[in-house]
């Protein structure tokens, strides 16, 4: 089992950076694989950015060169820098974590993009 807590969340303007950060229980060298994703209002979840336990990262088209994913394997945390927000950005913000074939979800944090 492995518990993960979004923080980082709240209310953005258009333009400005936000960062979220992804706590997991268990040490983030056991887990496979973590990402972010998102559900904004009236759609379905996306994908928004991915890291393996190697390193590899992978982006969604409409991110790509905005936002960074990163991992601190001491801090057993995963995060994501968002910059350059839009208003089309505002969702609610997921952590995901892949371990031996298992799937775990955050609880979710709210991200809004207004001025």
């Known amino acids: 089992q492995v518990q993960l807590v979004e923080s980082g969340g709240g209310l953005v303007q258009p333009g400005g950076p936000l960062r979220l950060s992804c706590a997991a229980s268990?040490?983030?060298?056991?887990?496979?694989?973590m990402g972010w994703y998102r559900r904004a209002p009236g759609k379905l979840r996306e994908l928004v950015a991915t890291?393996?336990?190697?390193?590899?990262?992978n982006y969604a088209d409409s991110v790509q060169g905005r936002f960074t994913i990163s991992r601190d394997n001491a801090k057993n945390t995963v995060s994501l820098q968002m910059n350059s927000l839009k208003p089309e950005d505002t969702a609610v913000y997921y952590c995901?974590?892949?371990?031996?074939?298992?799937?775990?979800w955050g609880q979710g944090t709210q991200v809004t993009v207004s001025s």
């Open positions: 995901k974590a892949i371990r031996s074939g298992w799937v775990y």
């Open positions: 268990k040490s983030i060298f056991s887990i496979d694989a």
């Open positions: 890291i393996t336990s190697g390193g590899s990262t």
